[in-house]
């Protein structure tokens, strides 16, 4: 029986040029890129992080949480997407300027999500 991926995944939507895989631990984000890559990360005081790299013949995007923020998570999706554009060739930078609007949509996340989650109780999907 082969072994189950104890960390979340999917395939990139709409272009299904890589995988993504969510990493909710700073210690098995380590390890996990150790293996993948062999490279050594420390992501001590880092809230999250995205990480794109070519391994075992896949391509795999590496999407870090490591505070439990839905606002660290709209930051890291930004840079994921963004990524993703550059890989099936959309004209986006990817550079430093993407950086402030991963920013912009975390301060924005920042300040609504509370404003919603009081109102419903709680944060859904659709």
Request: glycine share 6%.
């Given at each position: 029986?082969?072994?189950?991926?104890?960390?979340?995944?999917?395939?990139?939507?709409?272009?299904?040029?890589?995988?993504?895989?969510?990493?909710?631990?700073?210690?098995?984000?380590?390890?996990?890129?150790?293996?993948?890559?062999?490279e050594e990360f420390d992501f001590s005081?880092?809230?999250?992080?995205?990480?794109?790299?070519?391994?075992?013949?896949?391509?795999?995007?590496?999407?870090?949480?490591?505070?439990?923020?839905?606002?660290?998570?709209?930051?890291?999706?930004?840079?994921?997407?963004?990524?993703?554009?550059?890989?099936?060739?959309?004209?986006?930078?990817?550079?430093?300027?993407?950086?402030?609007?991963?920013?912009?949509?975390?301060?924005?996340?920042?300040?609504?999500?509370?404003?919603?989650?009081?109102?419903?109780?709680?944060?859904?999907?659709?």
């Amino acid at each position: 029986m082969a072994k189950k991926n104890k960390h979340p995944e999917m395939r990139t939507p709409l272009f299904n040029c890589a995988r993504i895989v969510l990493l909710r631990d700073r210690e098995q984000a380590a390890k996990y890129i150790k293996k993948l890559t062999g490279e050594e990360f420390d992501f001590s005081g880092y809230d999250g992080f995205e990480m794109e790299r070519a391994a075992k013949n896949r391509r795999t995007i590496m999407l870090g949480v490591f505070n439990d923020s839905a606002a660290t998570l709209a930051h890291e999706a930004g840079h994921v997407a963004f990524e993703i554009c550059s890989i099936v060739g959309i004209p986006t930078p990817n550079d430093h300027t993407n950086e402030t609007f991963c920013y912009l949509v975390q301060r924005i996340m920042e300040k609504f999500l509370p404003m919603i989650k009081a109102k419903r109780g709680r944060w859904t999907t659709s």
